[in-house]
C-alpha cells in the first residue's frame, strides 16, 4: 500500500476557458502541478510515487505526460460536469486504479489552479499527515474577507467552520480565518471513501501556506496576478569564484574558447590572455576523450561539413581538435593569474573527473547532454555550481534534467538558453524563454548565443539574461567548425563592453528623476504667466492664465486652483506669477 498524487484536470471550466491549460511563466497550470508534485517526491524521498492526472481531455492528457505525469485513462462524461463533487471523481479515478493494480492507502490531491504551489508546500502538509492520528491535512491561505465557509484553524492545528457558518462582520474579528487554498489535500483513502469529501471539521488539520503562493485560479485576473507573482521571485542567487550570479548581480560573461585552439596548446593560452583583455569573467574551454562521444561512425554535423569539408568523421575531426589533459592545470593557472574564472565543459565522466581534480569550481552541461541524465548525475553530485545549456530541449526535457541534478545533491543551478544551429539565425532565438525558464525552475538564465555578430546577446542581456556565453576566436579564417560562428578579438573586447553599458542603462527600476535632468527641470518645464495686462483687485480667470517657460514659478499643473483668485498687485503681461500677487 503506497501514495498517490492525483491531479484533477477537467477540460472544462465555467470560469475560465481552457483553464488548466493556460500558462504561467510559460508553464501550463497542469504542467506546473506535475513538476511540484515532482518535487515533492524528490523532497519526501518517495521516488517511485505515481503522479497521476485524473481529466477528460485528451489535451491535457497529452500536456500532462509531456511533464512526466501518469494518465492510464480518461474521466468518463458523467464526472466531468461542474457539478460533480472532486471527491466522487478522485474516488472513481482511484478505483480504476485499484482495478489496475494500484494498491493505494493515502491520497495527494493537487489542484492545477494553484500555480504556484511548491514541492516544500506539499511537504508540509505531508508531515502532518498521519493515516490513523491525523488522516486528513488541508493547505490553508489567510483571508481578511472570509467567505462564508472559512475556517478557523485551532491550536492543535485542526480546523473547524468559522463562526458556524456566519460571516464576520469586522475585518478584526475575521484576523484567525482562512480558507482552502486548494493547493494541496491529503487524506487516508479509507477516511475519503467513509466521508466522501476532504475537509471534516475537527477532523481535518490546515498547514497555513504563505500568502503568496496561495493564487487559485479560477478567472482572467487570478491568472495575471499568479503570473506577477511569479515574476516578483528573483531567483537565488549564487556564486561563481569571487561573483555573485542571479538577479540583482552584473551579468557573467563567459568567452567561449571551445575547440577553436585546434588543438594547439600555445593557441589555446593565446586565447585566455584575449579573453582576459575583453573583459570577460571567464573563458571556457571543451574537455572529451574523442572515442567516449562519438562512434567511428559518427558524421560530422551538417555546420561541421560545410566549415571542414566531409572527407573525415566526426571522429577523426574531434582528434585533431582535443587537449591533452596536461595542458589543462597551466590553462587554469593562465587564466587565474589573469583574473578569470577557468572553465571547461566535460563531455563524459572521466573529463569531469579530471576537471574537478584541477578545483574548477563549477561545471557546464552541454545542450546535446541534456538528455544523458547518467552523466548530469555526475556532474552533479560532485556538489559544485552546474550550468547547463539547453538547446535542442522542450521544456519537458528540461524539467527532467532539472531533476536530476536536484535529486543529485541538489547544487548551485543556471540554465542556459540556446539555439544549437552555428550560425543560428536571430529568427530562430526566442529569447523570451529564458524569463520562461526563470519562472519554471526558479534559478538564473542565461544566453549561450551562436549568432552573428553581438546583437542578439545584447538584447538578451536586456531581456534579462544572468549569464552571457559567446564563441570567440583570434581569426575567423582559421580551419575549423566553429570559428565562422565566433568573435575575433575587437568584437569580444565591444560584446562586454556594450553589455555593460546595457546593465547600467537597465538601472533599479524605479521611476524617478536622472541626476542629470535636474538641471534641465526649469529650462524644459513651464510656469503660469499673465496672458494680458491685469490691474490690482483683478478676480483671475482662466484665460488670464497662460504656461510658458521657464519652470521656476507656479506650475500649470495648479492652475485651476487659481482660477477665483485676487490679485493684491498689478501684474504685466508675460509677468510670472508667484504667490506674492495673490491674496
Not at 541534478?405 to 543551478?413: A, N, S
Request: proline residues 7%; negative net charge; hydrophobic residues 45%.
Amino acid at each position: 500500500m503506497s501514495p498517490v498524487c492525483l491531479i484533477p484536470a477537467r477540460g472544462g471550466s465555467k470560469g475560465l476557458s481552457g483553464k488548466n491549460l493556460r500558462t504561467v511563466g510559460g508553464v501550463s497550470l497542469v504542467g506546473r502541478a506535475v513538476l511540484s508534485a515532482r518535487d515533492f517526491a524528490r523532497l519526501a524521498d518517495l521516488r517511485d510515487l505515481p503522479i497521476v492526472v485524473d481529466t477528460d481531455s485528451e489535451a491535457i492528457a497529452e500536456e500532462a505526460r509531456r511533464w512526466g505525469a501518469q494518465v492510464p485513462f480518461l474521466r468518463p462524461p458523467e464526472l466531468a460536469s461542474d457539478s460533480t463533487p472532486t471527491a466522487d471523481s478522485s474516488l472513481a479515478a482511484l478505483d480504476r486504479l485499484a482495478a489496475g493494480g494500484t494498491d493505494v492507502a493515502d491520497v495527494i490531491l493537487l489542484q492545477p489552479t494553484s500555480p504556484l504551489r511548491e514541492g516544500a508546500d506539499v511537504l508540509a502538509c505531508w508531515r502532518e499527515y498521519d493515516r490513523v492520528r491525523c488522516p486528513s491535512v488541508v493547505s490553508l491561505a489567510g483571508t481578511e474577507h472570509p467567505p462564508d465557509l472559512a475556517l478557523t484553524r485551532m491550536p492543535s492545528g485542526a480546523v473547524t467552520w468559522s463562526g458556524g457558518g456566519e460571516p464576520a462582520r469586522r475585518r478584526q474579528d475575521s484576523a484567525d480565518a482562512y480558507w482552502p487554498s486548494g493547493a494541496v489535500y491529503v487524506i487516508s483513502l479509507e477516511l475519503l471513501r467513509r466521508e466522501r469529501k476532504f475537509i471534516m471539521p475537527e477532523v481535518t488539520r490546515g498547514v497555513i501556506l504563505p500568502r503568496e503562493r496561495s493564487v487559485d485560479v479560477d478567472s482572467a485576473e487570478d491568472l495575471a496576478e499568479a503570473e506577477a507573482r511569479l515574476e516578483a521571485r528573483s531567483a537565488r542567487p549564487f556564486s561563481l569564484g569571487s561573483r555573485a550570479v542571479g538577479a540583482g548581480h552584473p551579468c557573467f560573461v563567459i568567452a567561449e574558447a571551445g575547440v577553436n585552439h585546434n588543438g594547439d596548446v600555445e593557441l589555446a593560452h593565446r586565447l585566455v590572455d584575449v579573453a582576459a583583455d575583453s573583459g570577460a569573467d571567464a573563458v571556457k574551454f571543451q574537455t572529451f576523450e574523442p572515442e567516449r562521444l562519438v562512434s567511428p561512425l559518427a558524421r560530422k554535423a551538417e555546420y561541421q561539413v560545410v566549415n571542414t569539408g566531409s572527407s573525415e568523421s566526426q571522429l577523426e575531426m574531434l582528434r585533431r581538435l582535443v587537449l591533452p589533459r596536461e595542458a589543462l592545470a597551466p590553462l587554469a593557472a593562465h587564466a587565474a593569474e589573469r583574473g578569470l574564472l577557468f572553465l571547461s565543459t566535460p563531455f563524459d565522466e572521466s573529463s569531469a573527473d579530471a576537471l574537478d581534480d584541477l578545483g574548477m569550481c563549477a561545471f557546464k552541461v552541454p545542450s546535446g547532454e541534456v538528455t544523458n541524465h547518467p552523466l548530469v548525475a555526475h556532474v552533479a553530485a560532485k556538489g559544485k555550481p552546474v550550468l547547463m545549456s539547453t538547446g535542442m530541449a522542450t521544456l519537458g526535457e528540461v524539467a527532467e534534467a532539472v531533476q536530476v541534478v536536484r535529486e543529485h545533491g541538489d547544487p548551485p543551478l543556471a540554465l542556459f538558453h540556446c539555439i544549437t544551429s552555428y550560425p543560428a539565425a536571430a529568427a530562430d532565438c526566442n529569447l523570451r524563454a529564458i524569463g520562461s525558464m526563470r519562472a519554471a525552475f526558479g534559478v538564473p538564465v542565461g544566453w549561450s548565443d551562436h549568432t552573428e555578430g553581438i546583437q542578439v546577446s545584447l538584447a538578451a542581456v536586456a531581456a534579462g539574461a544572468s549569464l552571457l556565453e559567446k564563441h570567440f576566436t583570434l581569426d575567423r579564417r582559421l580551419p575549423g567548425p566553429d570559428h565562422l560562428a565566433s568573435l575575433e578579438p575587437g568584437e569580444l573586447t565591444a560584446l562586454v563592453k556594450a553589455v555593460r553599458e546595457i546593465e547600467s542603462a537597465l538601472g533599479d527600476g524605479v521611476k524617478r528623476p536622472a541626476a542629470a535632468e535636474l538641471a534641465n527641470v526649469f529650462a524644459a518645464r513651464r510656469s503660469l504667466h499673465a496672458a494680458r495686462p491685469l490691474p490690482a483687485g483683478h478676480v483671475l480667470q482662466a484665460a488670464d492664465l497662460v504656461a510658458l517657460r521657464p519652470g521656476t514659478g507656479l506650475p500649470p499643473a495648479i492652475r485651476d486652483r487659481l482660477v477665483g483668485r485676487t490679485l493684491k498687485a498689478a501684474v504685466g503681461r508675460g509677468e510670472m506669477f508667484a504667490e506674492r500677487h495673490l491674496d
